[in-house]
C-alpha cells in the first residue's frame, strides 16, 4: 500500500508492508496491513489510514555509514561482485550499452556534466512503478555517496552531491510518484536493506554471492537495475580513487 502525502515540497510517498516485504527506506512494515482506504495522514510517528491508527514502535536507519574501507579492499570486490550478476539469469531492463554506459564512464571519469546529461537521459526511462533507470541512478548515488565516504574519496563524495541535486530537481516530473521518492531517499543514501547489504557485502562485512542474490531477487528487473548502478559505483570510486 503507498500513501501519496499532497502538498510537500519534494515528492513524498509512504510504503505501507507487510512484514515479510522488502524494507524500502521510505517504509512502514507491519504484521497485518490495514484495509485500503482512500483516506490517510502521516505525521509525528503515527499513521492514520481510514479508521486504523498505527503507531511506530521501532525505527530503522536506511543509511547506516560502512565505516573505513581500504581502497584495495574496494577494488578486490569488484570481480565478485560482477561474477555473482553474471552467474544468474536476471538482467537489467534496460541496454546497458546505452545511457547506462555513458553515465558509468562518466562518473569514472568524474565528468560531472557528462554525468548529468546522462542522469537526465536515464531518469524515468523505462515502464512500471520503478522505471529501469531510475533504479540504476539510484544504485549509483547510494554506491558513489557511502563507497566514496568509506574509501575518502571526496571526488565520488562530490559527483554523489551534484547528481542528487540534479535528481532533486526532476524526479517530480520525470517520473512516478513513488519512485520518484525512492530516488530523493538514494540521493541522501538511503536504500532497501537488499541494496545495504550489497554494500556490506563489498566491504568484506558478508559474504557478498548471497547478498547479491538477495538483491536480484527483487522485481522484475528492479534488483538488477540496482546491482547494475551498485557495480557502476564500485567501479567509478575505484578509478577515481586511484
Request: net charge negative.
Amino acid at each position: 500500500m503507498y500513501l501519496e502525502m499532497r502538498g510537500d515540497t519534494e515528492p513524498s510517498v509512504v510504503a505501507v508492508l507487510a512484514a515479510a516485504a522488502t524494507r524500502l527506506p521510505n517504509a512502514v512494515m507491519l504484521n497485518v496491513l490495514p484495509p485500503a482506504d482512500d483516506d490517510a495522514w502521516v505525521g509525528d510517528g503515527v499513521v492514520e489510514i481510514g479508521r486504523v491508527t498505527i503507531r511506530v514502535s521501532r525505527w530503522w536507519d536506511p543509511a547506516p555509514p560502512l565505516g573505513p574501507l581500504d581502497p584495495v579492499r574496494l577494488a578486490q570486490a569488484a570481480p565478485a561482485l560482477d561474477a555473482a550478476c553474471a552467474a544468474t539469469s536476471r538482467r537489467p531492463g534496460l541496454d546497458v550499452r546505452d545511457a547506462p554506459a555513458a553515465l558509468a564512464e562518466a562518473c569514472a571519469a568524474g565528468s560531472l556534466l557528462d554525468a548529468i546529461g546522462a542522469a537526465e537521459q536515464l531518469m524515468g526511462l523505462g515502464p512500471g512503478l520503478t522505471p529501469s533507470g531510475d533504479d540504476m541512478l539510484s544504485g549509483l548515488l547510494v554506491a558513489l555517496r557511502h563507497l566514496g565516504e568509506a574509501t575518502g574519496t571526496p571526488r565520488a563524495v562530490w559527483l554523489a552531491d551534484w547528481l542528487a541535486a540534479t535528481v532533486r530537481f526532476d524526479a517530480g516530473t520525470r517520473t512516478t510518484p513513488i519512485s520518484a521518492t525512492l530516488l530523493h531517499c538514494a540521493a541522501r543514501g538511503e536504500a532497501s536493506a537488499e541494496v545495504l547489504g550489497v554494500l556490506r557485502a563489498i566491504a568484506g562485512r558478508q559474504p557478498i554471492e548471497p547478498a547479491v542474490h538477495r538483491l536480484l531477487r527483487l522485481g522484475h528487473t528492479s534488483g538488477a537495475d540496482l546491482a547494475w548502478g551498485l557495480r557502476a559505483g564500485v567501479a567509478a570510486v575505484t578509478r577515481l580513487n586511484g
